[in-house]
């Protein structure tokens, strides 16, 4: 695949999500304003589950006069009206998902980078246990913890 296929791709996937964050927000009453368009397109841009200071730093390059709690509390609104999914708190800080297709998550334990991780097997996986300690399972995600390439070639 060429670059400019992949490009194109990504633009394409990019331009379904924010059609349906209008969506979402017309059907929640919420308004989508330009600050918030903004935001959500950085996060929807964003392939590296920033956390929320990440995510108010890139947002700044556009809007220079945002402030950060105007980006944390929409990240709030966007995680409410499940445009949004904060992978489990890894580090101390929560990372940020606009990924909502079904996946998985390769994290490493060295960098905290966090790879989307597409696997069927993974997706059809269920607990032997159909009430595991009482809890009714809703749904989940496997997180695989690692070091990534970058992180063993500094290793060796
Ligand atoms: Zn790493
Ligand atoms: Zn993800």
């Known amino acids: 695949m060429t670059a400019g296929?992949?490009?194109?791709?990504?633009?394409?996937?990019l331009t379904e999500r924010l059609e349906s964050f209008?969506?979402?927000?017309?059907?929640?009453?919420?308004?989508?304003t330009h600050q918030r368009r903004v935001i959500y397109r950085v996060l929807a841009e964003s392939e590296d589950h920033p956390s929320p200071e990440a995510v108010y730093e890139?947002?700044?390059?556009?809007?220079?006069?945002?402030?950060q709690a105007t980006v944390?509390?929409?990240?709030?609104?966007f995680i409410e009206l499940g445009l949004?999914?904060?992978v489990s708190k890894l580090h101390q800080t929560s990372r940020l998902d606009?990924?909502?297709d079904r996946h998985h998550h390769?994290?490493?334990?060295q960098c905290k980078k966090v790879v989307d991780y597409y696997d069927a097997a993974l997706d059809k996986a269920?607990?032997?246990?159909?009430?595991?300690?009482?809890?009714?399972?809703?749904?989940?995600?496997?997180?695989?913890?690692?070091?990534?390439?970058?992180?063993?070639?500094?290793?060796?």
Do not use: Q
């Not at 890139?58 to 402030?67: K, N, T, Y």
């Open 72 to 77: 944390y509390n929409n990240i709030h609104k």
């Open 22 to 32: 209008v969506e979402r927000c017309t059907e929640a009453g919420v308004s989508a």
């Open 106 to 109: 390769l994290v490493c334990v």
């Open 84 to 86: 949004l999914e904060e």
């Open 5 to 13: 296929h992949l490009t194109e791709r990504l633009t394409e996937r």
């Open 58 to 67: 890139r947002v700044r390059r556009e809007i220079p006069s945002i402030s």
């Open 98 to 100: 606009a990924n909502l």
């Open 126 to 156: 269920k607990a032997r246990n159909h009430e595991p300690h009482g809890f009714e399972v809703r749904h989940y995600h496997v997180e695989v913890h690692g070091l990534c390439p970058d992180c063993r070639k500094a290793a060796d």
